[in-house]
């Protein structure tokens, strides 16, 4: 029986970025204890930036449970979600390699995809999903520093490590970006995060359009609210409190239900005629294109 997923009113809660899974009440369920592996991705190796927690944490853990080892790059701060998802990862039988560092460096980037070949023997899936956001009430309110943050991490680090991974790929290798809905409809509070993911579903097609001819796959999954430590640590608790109650499931989404959809994308026996798609996952919103 699945586990009851958590509906707004969440408690009120504020953390200091990037924030902690390890802190947050209720904790996200990542488990995801009716998926059964079976073997898409038997001795295949997969990077899964943000790795530590949230959305990524999911994707690693059923990464592992489908046969994968798995790399996680992810802040220093984060070490204690980052040991607690090594720990998942090898609960599932898997080798995990923590890598932290800052995905902003585009020298840590190539760093992480040659530490990964060399622990792992090769890199099959790249998963580009560590994310900076920060809500400001209009444009002129985002502080310089900010906007140079948010898209260095979020657009630039994801050219980074694409970029990094590339020589390492073989035919049949895979990409999978994370966008959001903010990327396709806007959020006036998120106006720089709202303008990297849509510049990441850019990406996602250019890209894809660039890798067809050699056999490498580059996809994107853009959720709409989902319950990761991003929420506490960018928005007031007043906010945190109503997220995802807008949707038609009136709750936000938990990273065991998104992680799927990175499953099928890294799977060549499940979308191996797919490239250059962006899925929404938006909970019963139809609104999207």
Not at 26 to 32: E, G, K, L
Request: charged share 20%; net charge neutral.
């Amino acid at each position: 029986m699945s586990e009851k997923k958590p509906a707004a009113p969440m408690p009120p809660q504020v953390q200091e970025p990037p924030g902690l899974e390890s802190e947050m009440k209720p904790r996200p369920q990542y488990q995801a204890p009716g998926y059964k592996g079976a073997g898409k991705l038997a001795g295949k190796a997969a990077l899964v930036t943000g790795g530590d927690s949230g959305i990524g944490r999911a994707v690693a853990v059923l990464y592992a449970r489908e046969g994968a080892d798995v790399a996680l790059v992810y802040l220093a701060v984060e070490e204690t979600d980052a040991q607690e998802t090594r720990q998942a990862i090898e609960k599932e039988g898997r080798r995990a390699l923590l890598l932290p560092g800052d995905v902003t460096d585009p020298a840590f980037c190539k760093r992480a995809v040659e530490q990964t070949v060399a622990q792992f023997g090769r890199i099959d899936v790249l998963v580009n999903n560590a994310a900076y956001q920060m809500k400001q009430d209009s444009l002129t309110d985002i502080p310089v520093e900010q906007i140079e943050k948010t898209f260095r991490t979020n657009i630039f680090g994801y050219m980074y490590m694409a970029q990094a991974a590339l020589p390492h790929f073989k035919e049949g290798a895979a990409i999978v970006n994370t966008g959001s809905i903010a990327g396709l409809e806007g959020n006036p509070q998120l106006i720089d995060y709202a303008s990297t993911k849509g510049a990441i579903h850019a990406f996602t097609k250019s890209l894809a359009q660039s890798l067809v001819t050699k056999g490498i796959r580059v996809n994107c999954v853009a959720p709409g609210p989902v319950w990761t430590p991003l929420i506490p640590a960018s928005y007031p608790p007043e906010k945190v409190t109503k997220h995802g109650s807008s949707n038609p499931l009136s709750r936000p989404a938990q990273p065991e239900e998104i992680a799927p959809a990175y499953v099928f994308f890294a799977s060549a026996a499940d979308s191996g005629f797919i490239t250059g798609e962006v899925l929404t996952l938006l909970g019963g919103k139809t609104a999207a294109a």
